[in-house]
């Protein structure tokens, strides 16, 4: 993940693969997201969360790079024939890769179709993330 001088990121993600991802994609992209959650949910014996619910900051900035969030999108590309998207994914250091799963998140904001929520929801979230019933 290359610094610039100004503190910023090298990786942008392309114009050309940047286009394929449309407000239909995203949808789709959200809707598989939330149902492969849910699916591992049960298989853990668990009441599926409301994923629909949840706000950017309380819930989608956990799930960029997990698996469940590359199986979704791998699933939702190979329904819009972008092989050649998976491809670039697939080559792309572990850094970009964040950092390309995080603009993915920041569409789905930009799209309406995630709230962004706030800052003391990621906050709260976070702290609670690793905290044991006791």
């Known amino acids: 993940m290359p610094i610039r ?3 910023t990121f090298e990786y942008e993600m392309p114009v050309e693969i940047k286009q394929c991802f449309t407000k239909e994609f995203m949808t789709d992209f959200r ?11 049960i298989r853990q014996g668990k009441t599926p969360y409301e994923y629909e619910k949840s706000t950017y900051y309380s819930w989608w900035i956990h799930m960029e790079g997990t ?5 979704a999108f791998k699933e939702i590309c ?9 491809n670039y ?6 850094y970009d890769a964040d950092l ?4 993915l998140g920041d569409l789905l904001v930009r799209y309406g179709l995630v709230e ?6 990621h906050e709260i979230s976070k702290s609670s993330m690793f905290r044991c019933d006791e």
């Open 78 to 86: 190979e329904k819009y024939d972008l092989d050649h998207v998976v």
């Open 31 to 41: 809707e598989k997201a939330i149902e492969v959650f849910k699916q591992n949910d």
């Open 89 to 94: 994914y697939k080559q792309l250091p572990w």
């Open 116 to 121: 962004l929520g706030t800052a003391e929801e």
């Open 100 to 103: 390309f799963d995080s603009e």
């Open 67 to 71: 698996s469940g969030f590359h199986d």
């Open 5 to 7: 001088d100004d503190l």
